[in-house]
Structures are given as structure tokens and as C-alpha cells.
């Protein structure tokens, strides 16, 4: 059941008492009813309640009559403290209690009149003291949280005692949102993320013979227990978050190489190819160490399946399949492609999931404290190494035959160079002694690669040989394939993946003049480190990256959007989603910031192939096409954008920016004027046949640049896009400019990946056309007309408020004045993708962005309190965050 939570409210407090003839009175006056002898007689006095003369004993003056003293009364006599009310012209005389029952503000559990703060909760009222545990005395303040059964209240320990059903994963009490699951008529509930790791990893937390209940009577601490079963669900949330990021992150891999593969671009596509060995690397590496800790415990159930095997076999036949060179046979491939991608992407998860389960086993039978916890961060550590070359690269014969028998390898072998033999077969030639569980032992002639022992050594030793595992020899030959791909697609493997150290050769320098090569669409420009792509960029050394810096001064430190992964860009729009609301809390609270990043949850797979699938694209063409579309039917790598590598654009907007850059930018009126409307509806209809068939070669820049606005206005979804319109509108309502600049940058982080490669391009070009503005013979298209035209092409609202125009021109113009900082990550979203621990933040589940919100939204308002525009009650901002969240 969903905890409620109470709301504290104060009560009306008495008036205090006041002359007779006044409406209340604390205290009523009475007399004996005798006068002194001096004073005249007076008239006789009647009681007010029951009509009968006054003539003796003591009685009641107050609100302008007389009263019995027995008459003054509600339930018993109020003359000490009375609370009048008249309705219809009668007054009425009541008690306290009575009283505020009539105003409904009765304690329900103690009876009592409520006349300070109070709870209000369940449709009753309590004082705030007395909103208690039906069991214990826990008394629950304004926000906390209370669970509710048949009228009666309970704390989160005793509810999950008495009520609270357990779940099935992890035997704890559900107290929130659950899954409600019926099998064979027995209804079994469970937490959300505990229940997606037993649909999607067919794993349990808790095993079955681990549930029995604690001894009665055995002492228990209520905060302990309420800890405890926090943790669980965080640890659940936690495990569903990483291996669905790994998950994801290795299909990711798998649709940029289809991707690439079908747009043949070669070297984008063996790229792809070594980031997903990076991922199985890791995942046989953890599988490998779960296995030496079971047979440590001497545990039979070591992970030595065939699933590892048959990933391997599937990874090579997909890779041979990308060899096609051709456009025809890559057509034909790609269908078949995609029909292998749901085996690979089954056996995958399978491999994921003995890891899984073995990590599990050592926790839950051998309980080996933080096993679970170890794997993942094993899995995790796939986001910082893809900023890293491959750490194991051997050389392109490692998958050769035994050197001694020529047979192939099943298992475990030892290698040395080039040269490899099963265990077995490592015998030294003199005395046969078998050196293959302790190569160290042995040596090798250089001459003839014959083994022999350190006693009989040959005229020529060689050291060093080692013992690879079976998942070692796996990761091995899938870099073998690697290298063969590459030969097959030809592409230099020598210039992407620097060799390692040991290997001192294998890799040749390229020549100086290399670097002044000229580059066209299919080809990518190197210079000594690599090429200049973002893919490449992300598996060199750190200390190569300062070659790719843009040709605006900036910092090494300085992160640019075009550099993001799928997944790091979208772990960005998230913090900055949590950044933006201090900001905006004026206008949006942060569940509909957060909106804007949520998006449908969908299978990760489903999604992949979906999006391979050529026959589900809705609309073909170039204009009108969501630009997500077009960018997969006719994208192109361009190097026009801002910050290092390339980003991915329509090849219309390319050619358009390539040709104009060739002609006069000077052209007076370049973007303000229409140019020839035939002229311009012949170009989209031919275009719009064929993507590739653009020749703009004899139209000139006022045509082009019609042409340009013309496909920015047919977008289906404006290039700033609808869901961000307010948001930037909102921007340019707040006073301060520092305050402005910042919300614009965060904002731009929200823009999905091909909506910013698109505007970084754009916007480089744009302030480049400027730049033509001054001068007699310049253009008179400054930043600020350009702005002017090119706002409602890009940012606009659907109904046409003329408010919203003029926000939407100031948001696009603080975007061109600032190029490029606008397309860098801000450096407190920098700050943000850092964990504690020093690893990478990776998109979150809302509970995680909780804890990332109070740190990040801090340093916002520290921001804001140094710019002397921060709220001044900073309590209460934090109040409104937290109910809106």
C-alpha cells in the first residue's frame, strides 16, 4: 500500500473574554443577586434559556443576558470558559469541546479540542502528537511517511510485519509500488526492479530456502529493519540499472555497425566492431573470476558453459558477414544481418546472465559479503574504458593450430608471440617433462620454437611464454577476427588501435605527408595518432585528444556534445534536467523537467532492430522528414561542426553549407531574401526522389540559402523542437544575463543527438556569414538579423503567439553570439558525471537523480547567490523540490 503522508494545519484558538454584551467571554460574571440599600430597586431579571425570573442565589451575565447558573450551560456548566454563536438570531452557548467539534476540529485520537498546529490525515484530524503508530509510539511529522490498513495507522516496521505481502525476488516487505503477478490462482507481488531481474535475468536476490522467518520474540531493532529493506530495493534498482546499461551499451555497438556497415563507412563500422569486443572482454574476464573464486570454495558449479562458445562463434560469423564490399551484396547482407543479430543479442544476454547467477551463487551459498556488488562494478568499468585502446591485441595468427600436433584449440593453451601449443603438448624436446600448468618453467628456441626445459636449455632461449584461459584464448581470437575484418573492409588496423608494448613493432609510424591527405565523404583524415573521428577519438590514449581541438581557443578540460556517446548524452540531459530547475522553478517543477528527458520504455533490442529495419521507416525523401529519419537514410560524417571529430548530418544541409562556402557570402540579403519560388520547388521535388541527386552548383547563395530555410521550416518537428519551445521561452523571461546564458546551455543539452550535431554545424556557419556583414559591400546579415530569420524556421510554437516569437528570435541569437561554448557540456553537468568513487555516472533511475539533485542543484544556486540573483529563502526552494519530486 502507498504511504500517505499528513498535513499539518493550525486551529482556531478562543478569544480571550471581554465586557458583558460582547460575543465570547472567558469567564461570565455572577452576583448573589442582592443590591446595596443606597441604590433604587432594579428591574427584575429573567434568564435567558428558560424565561424564569432570577430572585435569588448566583447567576450568569454574559453576552448582553441573564442566566441561571444551572442554565449556562453546554453539556455541563461554562461559566469559567464559554464560546457563544448565534444563528437565526438565537445565541447559543457552548463548551470547548463542543465548539470546535462544530467546526470540525475534534483530535480523533484523543477527543480533545485542537487549538494549535494539527495533522491532517485519512480525512481525520490529530494533534501533532498524537499521530502515532496503531503499535508503537512513533509519532509521524508533516511529509513523513505512514502506511494505512482498515482505518488504522502503522509505521513502515509494523506495517511490513503485519500487512506488507513479501517479495517474491528478494523476501522483503513491499510498502510501495509493486508488480502483482498470478500464477496457478496464487497472487505474489513484487518491487518493480526486483521482478525485471527475474523476467529479464531469471535471478531471485533471495533463495527459496532463505526466507524463513525470524524466531518470535526475537529482538529486533525497527530502524535496522527499515534500513535493511531499503537497501534491498536499492540494491535491486541498482543491479537493473547496470546490467541493462551494459546491455544496451553492446546493442548500441551492434546497430552503429549495421548502421555504418549499410552507408559503407568502413573504418566507423571496425570501430564499433573493437568497442563490442571491449564488451565481451569484460564480461569473460568476470566470468573468469567468478569461476577461480568457486573453485576456491570447491564449488562444482563453475560457469565452464557452452554459451561463451557459442557467443564467440556468433560473433565471428557476423563479422565475416560485414566483409561485403559491394553496394548490392551489402543490401543482401544486411537483411541477413539482422536476422543474426537477434541469435547474437539472445546468446548474449544468456552469457550475462551465468555471470549473473554465478555472482549471485557466491553471495547467496558460499556468502561471499559484496560478490554481486564486485561484478557489477566489473561491468561498469565498460564506460570508463571507452576512452581507452584495447588492453589485450595479439597478433593476426593467434588462432593458428597447436605447433606440436596441428590440431585446434578447445580449451586452455600456451602462447608465446605468434606461437601457440595445448597444455599438453608443452613438453620439453629433451626429456618430455610437461611444462603446461607452469610455463615459466620452460623456454622456447628462437630457431624452431622447440620447448625445452630451463636444465636443458638451447643454444638460442626465448622467455616468456604464458598460459591464456579458455576465456582468454576467446578474447583472442575475437581480435583475430577483428584484424581480418579490418583487412577484409581495408581498413589500416595499425592507425586505430596502438599496439601494446610488449608488441614493440607491430605498429608502424605513418608518414608526415599523411597528414595533409586530402579527405572526402568516404574518407576519414589521420594524422599521427588516428583518424579524426569521434569513434576513434573514444579508444585512443588520453593524451592524444589535444589534437582535436577545434579551431576556437579552448580547454583540454573542455567536454563538447558532439563527443558523447548515447548513453553519456543521455546521462547529460538528465543532470541537466536536474540543473534547470532552480532556474525555471518559477515556471516548471522538476517532474516535468524531467519529462522531457523520459522518453517510452521499450525493449533495448526490439528498439535496435527496429530501427536496422529499412521497410519500417515511415516517410522517404528529404523534406518533411523527422530528422532522425533522414539522418539514417542519408547521413553523412561531416566535419563542419563544432568542437573535435565529426558529427552526422543530412547530406542536403552538407552540400548546402560546402557550396555556400565555395560561392559569395557577401551576397546582400543571404538568408532574408526568397530567392525564385520555381526554381526552389523543382530542387525539393528532384531531392526529394533521390537524397544524392543535389547539384547546387549553378544556383546561387540566395537560392541555396532559400533552399537551406526551406528544409529547416518543413522539419515535422522544428529543429529546437516543440517540447523544449517553453523552455527556452522561459530562459529569456529571467532578469539576469549570466542567468539566461546558463539556462540556454542546459537547455541545449536536452536536445536530442542529431537536433545538436545539426545546430553546431548551423550555428558555425551562421557565424561565419556574419562575419561577411560589415563593409559597403557586405551583407547586412549581422548576428542579430540573422537570428531574426532564421527563429522561426527552428524554434516556433504551433499556435503562432507573438510573445513566443520574439523569446524564440533572443534564445537563437544568445545560441549564435555564444558558439562555442553553447555546444560544450557545462562544467557543473562536467562535475556531475563523476561518482564518488570516481566512476562515471550513467543514466539513472529517479531514485538515483534524487541523490545526485540536492549536490548539483547547490552548486546552481550557489551560482545564482554569487551572481546576486539566488533566492533568499533557500528553505523554502528546497521544500518546493522535494514535493514536486
Avoid at 551494459?246 to 573493437?274: D, G, K, W
Avoid at 560457469?303 to 551484396?329: A, D
Avoid at 602462447?415 to 620452460?442: E, I, M
Avoid at 523537467?593 to 535496435?608: A, F, H, I, Q, R
Wanted: proline share 6%; charged share 25%.
Amino acid at each position: 500500500m502507498d504511504p500517505a503522508s499528513g498535513a499539518a494545519d493550525a486551529a482556531p484558538s478562543p478569544v480571550p473574554a471581554v465586557a458583558p454584551g460582547s460575543g465570547t467571554g472567558r469567564a461570565a460574571s455572577a452576583s448573589n443577586g442582592t443590591g446595596a440599600s443606597h441604590k433604587p430597586p432594579r428591574q427584575p431579571k429573567v434568564c435567558t434559556k428558560c424565561g424564569k425570573r432570577i430572585e435569588g442565589g448566583q447567576f450568569v451575565r454574559a453576552v448582553g443576558c441573564h442566566y441561571h447558573l444551572e442554565c449556562f450551560r453546554c453539556q455541563a456548566i461554562v461559566a469559567d470558559k464559554f464560546f457563544p454563536v448565534t444563528e437565526d438570531g438565537v445565541t447559543r452557548i457552548y463548551c470547548e469541546t463542543d465548539y470546535f467539534r462544530r467546526l470540525d476540529l475534534i483530535c480523533a485520537k484523543c477527543g480533545l479540542a485542537l487549538r494549535g498546529p494539527y495533522i491532517n490525515a485519512l480525512n481525520k484530524k490529530y494533534h501533532m502528537e498524537h499521530f502515532t503508530c496503531s503499535v508503537c509510539p512513533t509519532a509521524f511529522r508533516q511529509h513523513d511517511s505512514y502506511y494505512e490498513r482498515d482505518g488504522q495507522v502503522f509505521c513502515g516496521y509494523h506495517y511490513s510485519i503485519f500487512h506488507a505481502a513479501k517479495c517474491g525476488g528478494c523476501n522483503t516487505a513491499v510498502l510501495k509500488n509493486f508488480v502483482e503477478i498470478n500464477k496457478d490462482r496464487v497472487a505474489k507481488q513484487w518491487h518493480p526492479p526486483c521482478y525485471m531481474i527475474f523476467k529479464l535475468w531469471n535471478a531471485q536476490l533471495c533463495l527459496p530456502d532463505q526466507r524463513g522467518e525470524e524466531a518470535p520474540g526475537a529482538p529486533r531493532d525497527p530502524e535496522a529493519e527499515v534500513h535493511k529493506q531499503q537497501v534491498m530495493v536499492e540494491w535491486a534498482e541498482r543491479i537493473l540499472q547496470v546490467l541493462s546499461a551494459f546491455e544496451e551499451s553492446a546493442a548500441a555497438c551492434i546497430s552503429e555497425m549495421l548502421l555504418h556497415f549499410s552507408n559503407e563507412n568502413n573504418l566507423q563500422c571496425v570501430l564499433q566492431a573493437a568497442r563490442f569486443i571491449q564488451h565481451v572482454d569484460i564480461l569473460f574476464s568476470t566470468i573468469e573470476s567468478i569461476n577461480r573464486r568457486l573453485i576456491a570454495l570447491n564449488d562444482n558449479s563453475t560457469l565452464q558453459t557452452k554459451e561463451p562458445k557459442q557467443l564467440v562463434k556468433k560473433i565471428f560469423y557476423f563479422f565475416t558477414n560485414l566483409s561485403g564490399h559491394e553496394t548490392l551484396v551489402r543490401q543482401r547482407a544486411t537483411l541477413g544481418l539482422i536476422q543474426q543479430v537477434t541469435s547474437l543479442a539472445h546468446t548474449l544476454k544468456k552469457v550475462i546472465r551465468t555471470a549473473f547467477a554465478g555472482s549471485l551463487r557466491l553471495e547467496q551459498i558460499h556468502m561471499e559479503k559484496d560478490a554481486v556488488n564486485r561484478f557489477l562494478t566489473e561491468l561498469s568499468s565498460i564506460h570508463a574504458r571507452q576512452g581507452e585502446h584495447p588492453t589485450r591485441l595479439y597478433p593476426n595468427n593467434s588462432d593458428a593450430p597447436c605447433f606440436v600436433c596441428n590440431q585446434p584449440f578447445d580449451d586452455e593453451c600456451i602462447r608465446l608471440d605468434a606461437v601457440q601449443w595445448h597444455t599438453h603438448c608443452f613438453n620439453c624436446v629433451k626429456c618430455g617433462t610437461n611444462h603446461g600448468s607452469d610455463p615459466a618453467q620452460a623456454c622456447c628456441s628462437r630457431a624452431d620454437s622447440s620447448v625445452y626445459c630451463l636444465t636443458h636449455p638451447p643454444a638460442d632461449p626465448v622467455v616468456g611464454a604464458e598460459r591464456l584461459s579458455r576465456f582468454q584464448r576467446f578474447v583472442s581470437l575475437l581480435w583475430c577476427t577483428w584484424s581480418r575484418l579490418c583487412l577484409w573492409l581495408k581498413i589500416d588496423e595499425k592507425q586505430l588501435l596502438p599496439a601494446p608494448p610488449e608488441l614493440e613493432g607491430y605498429r608502424d609510424q605513418t608518414s608526415s605527408d599523411d597528414e595533409n591527405r586530402p579527405a572526402d565523404h568516404d574518407e576519414e583524415f589521420f594524422d599521427e595518432d588516428g583518424p579524426y573521428t569521434p569513434a576513434a577519438r573514444s579508444i585512443l590514449p588520453e593524451k592524444t585528444k589535444a589534437h582535436y581541438n577545434w579551431q576556437a581557443a579552448t580547454n583540454d578540460s573542455d567536454v563538447f556534445l558532439s563527443e558523447l556517446s548515447g548513453l553519456q548524452l543521455l546521462a547529460v540531459r538528465q543532470l541537466a534536467s536536474l540543473a534547470l530547475h532552480p532556474l525555471l522553478d518559477k515556471y516548471f517543477n522538476l517532474n516535468q523537467l524531467l519529462e522531457v528527458v523520459d522518453g517510452p520504455k521499450t525493449s533495448v533490442w526490439s528498439k535496435m532492430v527496429g530501427a536496422m529495419r529499412p521497410q519500417r521507416r515511415r516517410q522517404r525523401g528529404t523534406f518533411g522528414v523527422p530528422l532522425d529519419d533522414l539522418v539514417e537514410q542519408a547521413g553523412i560524417e561531416s566535419e563542419l561542426g563544432v568542437g573535435p571529430g565529426s558529427v552526422r548530418i543530412p547530406l542536403i544541409m552538407d552540400h548546402c553549407v560546402r557550396t555556400l562556402q565555395i560561392k559569395d557570402l557577401s551576397t546582400e540579403g543571404i538568408f532574408r531574401k526568397n530567392g525564385n519560388i520555381r526554381r526552389l520547388k523543382e530542387v525539393c521535388e528532384r531531392i526529394n526522389k533521390d537524397p544524392k541527386d543535389i547539384d547546387l552548383s549553378d544556383d546561387n547563395p540566395i537560392q541555396i540559402a532559400a533552399l537551406m530555410k526551406k528544409f529547416l521550416r518543413d522539419m515535422p518537428d522544428p529543429l529546437l523542437t516543440f517540447k523544449l519551445r517553453d523552455l527556452f521561452a522561459a530562459s529569456q523571461k529571467l532578469e539576469n544575463e549570466a542567468d539566461r546564458l546558463l539556462t540556454v546551455r542546459l537547455i541545449c543539452c536536452l536536445l536530442p543527438k542529431p537536433n545538436i550535431e545539426l545546430l553546431s554545424v548551423l550555428a558555425r556557419f551562421f557565424r561565419e556569414v556574419a562575419s561577411y556583414s560589415e563593409g559597403e559591400n557586405g551583407n547586412k546579415m549581422h548576428i542579430e538579423n540573422i537570428a531574426t530569420v532564421i527563429a522561426p524556421n527552428v524554434l516556433y510554437s504551433k499556435n503562432g503567439n507573438p510573445e513566443d516569437s520574439v523569446y524564440a528570435v533572443r534564445a537563437f541569437r544568445m545560441i549564435l553570439e555564444n558558439v562555442p561554448d553553447i555546444f560544450k557540456v557545462p562544467s557543473i553537468i562536467v562535475e556531475g558525471l563523476k561518482e564518488e568513487d570516481g566512476t562515471d555516472f550513467n543514466p539513472s533511475s529517479k531514485y538515483e537523480l534524487k541523490k545526485k539533485y540536492e549536490d548539483l542543484s547547490n552548486k546552481v544556486r550557489n551560482l545564482l547567490v554569487n551572481q546576486g540573483t539566488g533566492p533568499e529563502n533557500e528553505l523554502a526552494m528546497v521544500a518546493d523540490i522535494e514535493k514536486d519530486s
